[in-house]
């Protein structure tokens, strides 16, 4: 595995990503909605890789919500700057 950033093969080992103390604080990728009182389609990310020459970090979705993007990424909008 290499870092997407700048291409090392020195990554660390998998860890837990976290925005907080809580099960529930992690990070998220939003898209637009797809109708106006459904919800927005989310997938949130718990694992992930830094990169021991650049910093960046590489974050990995859950197994389901990988499943889900998969299963709905056809229908998938880009984000609008009006929301
Ligand atoms: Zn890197």
Do not use: H
Not at 20 to 42: H, M, Q
Request: one cysteine or more; hydrophobic letters at 35%; glycine letters at 10%.
């Amino acid at each position: 595995m290499r870092c997407a950033v700048c291409g090392s093969e020195r990554l660390s080992p998998l860890g837990e990503v976290r925005t907080g103390k809580d099960w529930g604080d992690v990070p998220i990728l939003r898209f637009y909605r797809p109708k106006f009182f459904s919800p927005r389609p989310t997938y949130r990310f718990v694992l992930g890789r830094g990169c021991r020459d650049c910093g960046a970090l590489q974050m990995f979705l859950t197994d389901y919500d990988r499943k889900l993007l998969n299963e709905e990424a056809d229908g998938l909008e880009d984000v609008r700057s009006d929301m």
